[in-house]
């Protein structure tokens, strides 16, 4: 065993006690030098080609899937399609300490650690891809068919990671924004396959579920405080509130709800450093479940993102879906499935960082959302109730249309049949 998948394991068994102990800084900064380590040695590996008669046709999926994160419920999203998909799958729970919270048992019946189908589709981010490589080991990835699921942010993508590109056979994103990205830096297929968009809620998590008033129209931005809380920008958000409404209007309330509590006291302490007196801004903090955060976004009036990127947007997606106006940056992966007829879409110029924000290097470039315009927009969703009506109507024809289930699993379905064809398969048997 190397001395890096001994530090991995250790950090699993300790997880519970390092993420109260350890500072969040200090267990990525810990991560990366693990990262890079693993790099040089990844680069160096010679994957067996894959042979597709050596193993039944289907996919061996790898990701968090039990994760009550972005990622968790994005790992899941792809196992939804498979489940509708004609493919038959596994599952191997993966996932890097500390983690976050995993609490979710939807697909525990098919999680396995062996990989006994052709093609293994690794849904776990380039960041953290040579340390799966490690965990598994190389006879997980020999004569199978690899694919790497990537989400990014950023048009620049870090050189660090690039030698996990050697690990696979081709590349698959959720967004053309993040493919258009990778397609830089290697000559392999990188496919876009979306998400189908699914929002499961339950009435009992109502506003009162939650201490939030009944009588006030809510605006709602969330973030998990472990994807940088510059990238979603809670400020950009209580500004705009605050340059729409004043404190004299108590009809109003902006609700800022932060993921991955174990990591977040700094940004909580932050935030509530900026609120200067107001008492209808509302913070919930604290790990719920998906339907929870689900019945959340459908409680409240709308829901903002002033965003500087995005590697898709899963959660302003699923707000069209339950019929919560969105008001978000229009510039990122979320603009394939947004536009102005069925979203506030908010004005941006673009800034370069000033400072490495790991993983976000000083010099890349995102976009810095006009505070202005979403004020206005808050106000005009507050006050024109007919245009909140069209903008909520319009927004869940799109979504349901623009990510359903029978687009993804058509193109899933699709490049399956292409990846055996092209290795000399010709018929893909249904499970």
């Not at 001994?6 to 950090?11: G, I, N, Q, R, S």
Request: proline share 4%; aromatic share 12%.
């Amino acid at each position: 065993m190397s001395f890096s998948k001994f530090a991995l394991d250790t950090a699993n068994a300790l997880r519970p006690v390092l993420t109260k102990i350890v500072p969040a800084k200090f267990l990525r900064a810990m991560k990366a030098r693990v990262v890079a380590k693993n790099m040089k040695d990844v680069e160096q590996v010679e994957i067996a080609p894959f042979e597709p008669e050596r193993f039944d046709k289907g996919i061996n999926l790898v990701g968090n899937i039990r994760g009550d994160n972005g990622l968790g419920q994005s790992t899941r999203l792809i196992a939804n399609i498979l489940t509708n998909s004609a493919s038959a799958f596994t599952i191997n729970n993966f996932f890097v300490p500390p983690g976050g919270s995993m609490t979710d048992r939807t697909y525990e019946a098919q999680i396995t650690t062996e990989a006994p189908y052709g093609i293994n589709l690794i849904h776990v981010n380039a960041s953290e891809f040579s340390l799966c490589y490690m965990d598994l080991g190389k006879a997980y990835w020999d004569y199978h068919y690899n694919i790497a699921y990537w989400l990014w942010e950023l048009e620049d993508f870090p050189q660090e990671w690039l030698g996990s590109i050697h690990l696979v056979d081709e590349i698959w994103t959720p967004a053309e924004f993040i493919s258009n990205t990778l397609r830089k830096y290697t000559d392999k297929p990188v496919r876009t396959v979306p998400y189908c968009i699914s929002a499961p809620v339950d009435d009992a998590f109502d506003r009162k579920h939650f201490g939030l008033p009944e009588d006030k129209f809510l605006f709602l931005m969330m973030f998990d405080s472990g994807s940088i809380m510059e990238r979603k920008n809670p400020l950009g958000t209580i500004a705009a509130f605050k340059q729409a409404f004043g404190r004299d209007n108590k009809d109003v309330g902006i609700v800022i709800k932060i993921n991955e509590l174990e990591q977040s006291q700094k940004d909580i302490e932050y935030i509530h450093s900026v609120l200067d007196g107001y008492d209808n801004i509302y913070i919930i903090t604290g790990t719920f479940s998906k339907k929870e955060v689900n019945s959340l976004t459908k409680c409240v009036d709308v829901f903002v993102s002033l965003h500087r990127a995005e590697g898709f947007g899963l959660v302003l997606a699923e707000a069209m879906l339950l019929g919560t106006p969105t008001i978000a940056t229009n510039w990122s992966a979320n603009t394939e499935f947004m536009n102005s007829d069925v979203a506030c879409m908010v004005d941006y110029q673009m800034i370069e960082l000033e400072k490495d924000l790991p993983p976000f290097k000083k010099g890349y470039r995102w976009a810095d959302a006009d505070v202005s315009q979403a004020a206005m927009y808050m106000k005009k969703l507050y006050e024109d109730q007919a245009f909140y009506q069209t903008l909520r109507e319009n927004a869940q024809a799109h979504i349901k249309k623009h990510l359903s289930m029978e687009r993804s699993v058509s193109i899933v379905e699709e490049r399956l049949n292409e990846i055996y064809a092209q290795n000399g398969v010709l018929e893909w048997r249904a499970k």
